[in-house]
């Protein structure tokens, strides 16, 4: 089992960045894909970005293509989510998930956090 920590999220202004974390512990790190979901108010939870923690292999959907960066540090057991160009409708929950297959689907990932809030306005 593993458990994961999100951090990084906040009030940013349209055009901005921010820098989403997410620690694991309790398990392996290297086993897991790492995925990055969002959840607005109203709307499903919608997966972004996925990265597989052994190889560095990455999937985004298209809607944050280009703007989006998943990366990992194993050192650190982090996996971060770095967001530029952010846009109003990026306004969301952000959660990280561990599971071990890519891709968007949350029914592929067993281990969630508990989310960190990304408003984007100004």
């Known amino acids: 089992e593993v458990q994961l920590v999100e951090s990084g999220g906040g009030l940013v202004q349209p055009g901005g960045s921010l820098r989403l974390s997410c620690e694991a512990s309790?398990?392996?790190?290297?086993?897991?894909?790492i995925g990055w979901f969002r959840q607005a108010p109203g709307k499903k939870r919608e997966g972004i970005a996925s990265?597989?923690?052994?190889?560095?292999?990455?999937y985004y959907v298209n809607s944050v293509k280009g703007r989006f960066t998943i990366s990992s540090d194993n050192a650190k057991n982090t996996v971060y989510l770095r967001m530029n160009s952010l846009k109003p409708e990026d306004t969301a929950v952000y959660y990280c998930?561990?599971?071990?297959?890519?891709?968007?689907?949350?029914?592929?990932?067993?281990?969630w956090g508990q989310g960190t809030q990304v408003t984007v306005s100004s």
């Open positions: 309790g398990s392996t790190f290297d086993y897991y894909v």
């Open positions: 990265i597989s923690v052994s190889d560095g292999a990455t």
């Open positions: 998930a561990a599971g071990f297959a890519l891709g968007d689907v949350p029914s592929l990932y067993n281990y």
